[in-house]
């Protein structure tokens, strides 16, 4: 094999993406913030945006989707399915897209951009990227407390609120919009959540404990690991059907194993963690080479700073009151408002559908590419240098 041949190879391609996964890692410990920011920033300096050495190929693409849907698998252990359907929950999710929507569309108005445009701008600014804040979340070990189910399961629903969002926008701006469609797309996302819920918990977890105790469990003590894998992967792609995010699919198997009590069987958690730790740092790496700094103009760059202030306020206020008014004090109201505001990939992939169907134009693409990259960027720095300060340390020490 020739050595452009090789460089072109699958395993070449994954060999460099982990060794910028490994360079994250050493720049986030000289700079002294998480892993995320570290990969992330390393992923900006590889991609389009500085050395041009990786691109967002449709590889880099898969293996990246591939990261987050371990990664939320892996998180979904840690919940319990009363968690997600928490009418608590769900108000700090509707006021967290619903407030950041109408911030969004008066940003783009501001800036002189058409409605359509402003529409999509709007639904870009009602996403949340669960996979950021609950890795951060675990890395300091802060899993377990009623903060972080307050965020992951107020993001879970915010998710499917995002679905309507974007289902809405793409309605009105193609002059097809009806009450019944939006409501079929409701109920698609919420009949998945409960029903895949229950299947998983009622039906799935009890199964995949009697396998374990089967003579093929005994003989393959993996067998049961594959399994669940491959429940996972399903969840993944039944929720990509409906609308969903891949990822929320992937939570909602993990959520439903979180009972699941093995003894002969290798342990579902450990061998997920495993995979999870070489494809979503891949994930993270991603949302850097996702953006190309050269497709921001001088007035793309001031549209780009006022809508990334506008979307952390929006969602810090629209997720930090109603979590006050449910009872939760000043610096919990305030740890969901910021751990709700990561648009990650979510909102990335609203702008691409926008740019791609025409509606958005490459400034408002890059713009709100940028705001996600500020707002995935912002919130480990302030959980790690604000409120975690002293456990993050901690963790630093014993780790």
């Given at each position: ?11 070449f ?5 982990l ?15 998480s892993?995320?920011?570290g ?32 990664l ?24 967290g ?58 993001a879970v ?16 701006v ?15 996302a ?53 609308g969903?995010s891949?990822?929320?699919g ?25 995979l ?11 949302l ?29 206020i ?81 780790g």
């Open positions: 094999m020739n050595p452009e041949s090789a460089i072109l190879t699958i395993e391609q994954m060999s460099l993406l060794f910028v996964a490994l360079a994250g890692y050493l720049l986030a410990s000289r700079i002294n913030q892993a995320v920011i990969e992330i920033l390393v992923g900006l300096l590889v991609g389009p945006s500085i050395l041009g050495l990786i691109t967002y190929t449709d590889f880099v693409s898969s293996i990246a989707h591939l990261g987050a849907v371990i939320l698998f892996v998180i979904g252990f840690e919940f319990n399915i009363r968690d997600i359907f928490n009418v608590k929950y769900s108000i700090i999710a509707a006021f897209v619903i407030i950041p929507w109408f911030g969004g569309y008066g940003v783009a108005l501001l800036f002189n951009f058409d409605m359509q445009s402003a529409f999509f701008v709007g639904t870009a600014l009602t996403a949340t990227s669960i996979a950021i804040t609950a890795n951060i979340l675990k890395e300091i070990n802060q899993l377990h407390t009623d903060t972080a189910k307050a965020i992951i399961g107020a629903i915010d998710d499917v609120l995002s679905l309507l969002a974007l289902a809405i926008t793409e309605d009105v193609s002059g097809s919009f009806t009450v019944g469609g939006v409501l079929l797309v409701f109920i698609k919420i009949g998945f959540m409960v029903i895949f819920g229950l299947l998983g918990v009622l039906i799935i977890s009890k199964g995949l404990m009697k396998l374990d105790g089967s003579k093929i469990a005994e003989k393959f003590p993996e067998f049961v690991f594959i399994a669940a894998m491959m429940i996972a992967f399903f969840y993944a792609m039944v929720a990509d059907l409906v969903l891949g990822i929320v992937a939570f909602l198997a993990g959520v439903s194993m979180e009972k699941v009590g093995l003894k002969r069987s290798k342990d579902l958690k450990e061998g997920a963690e495993y999870q730790i070489i494809f979503a740092s891949i994930f993270f790496v991603s850097g080479i996702l953006v190309d700094i050269h497709a921001l103009t001088k007035e793309g760059i001031v549209f780009m700073l006022v809508l990334t202030i506008v979307a952390v306020l929006t969602k810090v629209g997720c930090a009151i109603p979590s006050r008014l449910i009872g939760m004090n000043n610096r919990n109201s305030l740890i969901v408002g910021f751990g709700m505001s990561p648009r990650g990939e979510v909102a990335m992939i609203v702008a691409l559908i926008g740019l791609t169907g025409g509606i958005i134009g490459q400034d408002i693409y890059a713009g709100i590419v940028f705001m996600s990259l500020l707002t995935t960027i912002g919130t480990p720095i302030i959980y790690r240098n604000w409120f975690y300060k002293e456990k993050s340390d901690i963790s630093e020490k014993t």
